[in-house]
């Protein structure tokens, strides 16, 4: 089963906009590039940050945003 990963982003955003170190959080945008997949995060200030997802499952990608975007 293909994953929806955009999806997830979208529904994981809200959980992390309710947190202490990530509030500020606008957006969780997916990219499929040809040799990589990254999340951008978006926050208030404009700054992004972005995880390296690459051949992640729905779970761990969710662990990776978590860890390189705090």
């Known amino acids: 089963m293909e994953e929806n990963k955009q999806l997830i982003c979208d529904l994981l955003l809200p959980c ?3 947190t202490r170190n990530l509030f500020d959080l606008v957006s ?5 590039g040809e040799h990589a997949e990254i999340v951008v995060a978006t926050f208030d200030s404009g700054h992004t940050k972005m995880a390296n997802v690459s ?3 729905g779970t761990s990608m969710i ?5 390189q975007i705090v």
């Open 16 to 18: 992390l906009q309710v």
């Open 28 to 32: 969780l945008e997916y990219r499929k």
């Open 55 to 57: 051949a992640d499952s």
């Open 63 to 67: 662990r990776d945003i978590i860890k």
